[in-house]
């Protein structure tokens, strides 16, 4: 399993996954993503600059779809945390 191979944390795989999701825009799956990232302790603010990232590096419109869908992501991890 690719997530168990040494060499990353859990973390530092999560926040590739998430960078490369919002790269290809593949939002359903970045929800899921960004809500498992703040179950592993990923902050808010750690995937916003990772967001500010991802415009630099791979467009504005791929950076804007990630803070939308972080948007909803946000408000139901922190609907469901209480």
């Given at each position: ?45 750690q ?12 467009g504005?419109?791929a950076?804007?779809?990630?803070f ?11 609907q469901?945390?209480?």
């Open positions: 399993m690719v997530t168990a191979r040494p060499g990353l944390e859990l973390e530092q795989r999560s926040m590739i996954a998430l960078t490369v999701l919002t790269t290809l825009g593949r939002s359903e799956q970045l929800r899921a993503y960004m809500m498992a990232a703040r179950r592993l302790g990923i902050t808010e603010e995937i916003h600059e990772l967001l500010m990232q991802v415009a630099i590096y791979a504005f419109p950076a804007v779809n990630g939308n869908v972080s948007r909803e992501a946000f408000t139901q991890f922190n469901q945390s209480g």
